[in-house]
């Protein structure tokens, strides 16, 4: 009986260990520091611990559906791509059902933690909802795609911000526009590698409709724009010198990827997408802490 248990636990384990590879919950560093990121200047340094709980509750629930939801719905095509044939869905090594049940859970979590923040983020996690599931289809008619993947990231810092002050400001356009046009930029880089898929099926990106060489030099213009949008929001949000000079390093490392990836060789497409970019993220937020800590 006992060994019966235990075998029992263990297959609960690796599915539960398969859901998070599906979701690839290690990228959740690419969003949640940009949250924090909002609710630092919202707060100018200072967000209560509370807020701090229910905005990574909230960042989780929200990617984690959304992740779930853009397997189901890209489930056909994962399972004809050799690069992804092998992903947990299109092997069978989770259920339809079962994800179907994790985005309902994970979008109930999203919903609920927000209404723990405040009316207004409440009220607007309905239709960030929207967005960040619709994004699945976008690929389907329009090679903008990168950038609304782009702007439902871009939710992030504004919806830090307003989970902080609990009203809206014009400001947070501005930081959802360094969020997009970075995103967009990485996502490219990332596309990359289905080109040729993506073009036989009939979806859309900018590699199929430009080509790998035009759309990664498309890609470094986004990431100077977004080099550039970062060092003026330290005016914008009256920074001091620290984050100015982080961001300035940040922006260095972000330039940086580009010089691993070119038309001819796309193997290191990897460490562009998630060691620098996760860098990235994560410094933009640890320099805005250490200028806000350092200032007293």
Known sequence: ??????????KKVNYL??????????????????????????????????????????????????????????LKYDRLNP????????????????????????????????????????????????????Y????????????VLGFCLGIAPAGGWIAVTGSFDLRLFYLAFIVMFWVAGF?????????????????????SKFGVGKALKISSGLHVSTALLLLYSVKLFSLGKIAFWGFLAMSIV?????????EGDLSK???AFFNLNGLFSVGVFFFTFLDYLLRG
């Open 1 to 10: 009986m006992k060994l019966e248990e235990g075998g029992v636990a263990m």
């Open 17 to 74: 260990l398969n859901t998070f590879r599906m979701i690839k919950i290690e990228h959740t560093i690419f969003a949640l520091p940009f949250a924090f990121w909002g609710a630092l200047l919202g707060g100018h340094g200072k967000i209560p611990v509370r807020v701090i709980f229910w905005i990574f509750l909230a960042m989780v629930g929200a990617r984690s559906a959304a992740m779930a939801f853009n397997r189901v719905a890209d």
């Open 83 to 134: 690069r992804t044939k092998n992903r947990e869905l299109p092997s069978k090594k989770i259920s339809r059902e079962f994800v179907v049940i994790f985005i309902i859970l994970s979008s109930v979590v999203f919903i609920f933690s927000a209404y723990k923040l405040n009316p207004l983020s409440f009220y607007l996690s309905f239709p960030a909802l929207f967005l960040v599931l619709f």
């Open 136 to 147: 699945s289809y976008t690929k389907r008619f329009t090679h903008f795609s990168h950038f």
């Open 187 to 207: 996502d490219i880089i990332y596309s990359c590698q289905d080109w040729d898929f993506d073009t036989k099926m009939g979806l859309y990106s900018f590699p």
């Open 254 to 262: 972000l330039i940086f990827e580009h010089f691993l990836v070119d």
């Open 269 to 271: 497409v990897n460490i």
